[in-house]
């Protein structure tokens, strides 16, 4: 069905330099996150989370403007970190189409990092103040 919504999902490593993309049905669900914000909530930092919970952040993002939505720091020993778009409804063949942006990170073991996330171009001009929360991770609350 050329109505379905398509979902993007990425897997983001640092440690190794690599990242990759797929494009799935919207049979795919986001995994349920324990503690989940969006770009127009304000972080009460700090967030104390076990190892195995999973933080997700969404916000609305229209990457056909130049505009999208960036990991800028988080301490990636401590997460497993995937990206996920999810395109908003449309007719086929329509271009310019928005969609909501999700970036999951599921807790691998004790610490604290902060999460930054910034909206903006991707040859560095990011508007406004960037979005933040910082992250507590114990073996047991």
Not at 122 to 130: A, F, L, M, N, Q
């Amino acid at each position: 069905d050329s109505m379905m919504k398509k979902v993007v999902a990425c897997v983001m490593s640092s440690m190794v330099g690599l990242s990759g993309c797929q494009t799935l049905s919207s049979g795919k669900k986001i995994a349920k996150a324990d503690f989940t914000y969006s770009d127009q909530q304000r972080c009460e930092s700090p967030i104390h989370m076990k190892v195995g919970q999973v933080f997700r952040f969404d916000a609305a993002e229209n990457a056909s403007t130049g505009y999208y939505w960036s990991l800028i720091k988080s301490n990636d020993a401590l997460f497993r970190v995937e990206q996920r778009y999810v395109s908003n409804n449309t007719t086929p063949n329509m271009v310019g189409v928005g969609g909501t942006k999700s970036f999951i990170f599921t807790s691998l073991k004790a610490g604290e990092t902060d999460i930054i996330l910034h909206h903006g171009r991707g040859w560095g001009s990011y508007d406004g103040t960037p979005w933040q929360c910082k992250l507590q991770i114990v073996d047991a609350i």
